[in-house]
């Protein structure tokens, strides 16, 4: 972020409560001293008012954005927490309401399309969420509670018992849990594990004595190869990319082509970065996930970056930056 947009941003921050005369006076003489200083101004002015919706969007790394970021992850914990609260309730009570579909559904297969998101209450009255474009296959028996994650990302919120382990597969990858809360994402070459409650045990195939522990609050990748996993300690950042669940993405120094990669996850309508220079600009903010046209107009905002969407036309694809520089 340049100086000036730094200075822009400020001053929309001071003046978004109450203002001395002394103030606005030094705001006034920044806003007339440079026409620079008035275009940043308009941008920063436009990416508050989205902020003030919720719909958070800045670009860099600047301490507004991240301190309105922290605000809207600590309200995202707590409309989780509600949330699966209600949700193991309501679970409970389908649990109870259809007893003899989900007693005999030993075995199950859940596939969700592109932007589809579905929460399972399974026999064992575990919570499976399963994200965007994925696939779960649940096999109860009374030795072990086995889910294969065939493709894509699932949550799971494990109901304890110690007589029969939880364990999740992923390819090569495998994930077992008596009482906890975790989630698995495919990835080439192994799987991301992020856990937000209880323990894990996290494994290769090829390695079968090398595994890893994971507590709430810490992540790792583990790698189909029999490599030396890297566990982390991030609880914000585990919730952060856990936003899925509340049908949010939340960016947080992401550059835009990553951003772009997640929202076209959840889309059949693409966004393309038609200037390749863009691609590394690092963002922040909070968006629902099928609300690419949204996230689109921030950027366009935040980035002073043409940004076209199309209507009523063939090729829908959203395309930021100039087009044809790469089309």
């Known amino acids: 972020m340049s100086r000036i947009d730094e200075e822009a941003t400020q ?5 978004n409560g109450e203002v001395s005369d002394e103030t606005r006076q030094a705001f006034d003489a920044w806003h007339e001293a440079d026409p620079r200083h008035q275009g940043a101004f308009l941008r920063a002015e436009a ?6 919706r919720a719909e958070v969007m800045a670009h860099g790394d600047t301490l507004l954005a991240r301190r309105a970021l922290e605000e809207k ?3 995202h914990r707590n409309s989780v927490s509600r949330r699966y609260v209600m949700g193991g309730a309501v679970a409970a009570s389908l649990t109870g309401a259809l007893a003899v579909g989900y007693v ?16 399972i209450p ?25 889910v294969a994650l065939v493709k894509g990302e699932a949550w799971f919120e494990v109901a304890k018992n110690p007589e029969v382990p939880f364990v999740v597969s992923a390819g090569d990858i495998r994930v077992r849990a008596v009482g ?12 991301e594990v992020l856990v937000t409650e209880g323990t894990v045990e996290a494994w290769t195939v090829k390695d079968k004595d090398k595994r890893v522990t994971l507590t709430a609050g810490h992540e790792a ?31 947080n120094s992401e550059t835009l082509t990553e951003a772009v990669a997640e929202f076209n996850r959840y889309n059949s309508r693409q966004i393309v970065i038609a200037d390749p220079a863009l691609g590394a600009q690092k963002l922040v903010g909070g968006f629902h996930v099928d609300q690419p046209e949204t996230f689109a ?27 044809g520089a790469a089309l």
């Open 11 to 15: 001053w929309v921050a001071r003046l």
């Open 73 to 75: 992850l600590k309200r």
């Open 104 to 119: 005999l559904a030993n075995r199950l297969s859940v596939a969700t399309g592109v932007g589809e998101l579905r929460s």
């Open 180 to 191: 906890t809360a975790f989630s698995v994402r495919r990835r080439e070459g192994g799987a």
């Open 297 to 323: 107009r921030a950027v366009q905002t935040a980035l002073n970056v043409p940004v076209s969407i199309p209507a009523d036309t063939a090729d829908d694809r959203i395309i930021i930056g100039t087009a």
């Open 221 to 251: 990748f583990v790698p189909v190869r029999p490599e030396t996993v890297e566990v982390a300690y991030r609880p914000e950042e585990v919730e952060r990319r856990l936003a899925w669940r509340e049908r949010e993405i939340v960016l």
């Open 47 to 52: 990416a508050w008012v989205m902020l003030d």
């Open 122 to 146: 399974l026999k064992d009255r575990s919570i499976a969420s399963v994200n965007t474009d994925s696939q779960i296959d649940v096999d109860m028996t009374p030795q072990i509670r086995h």
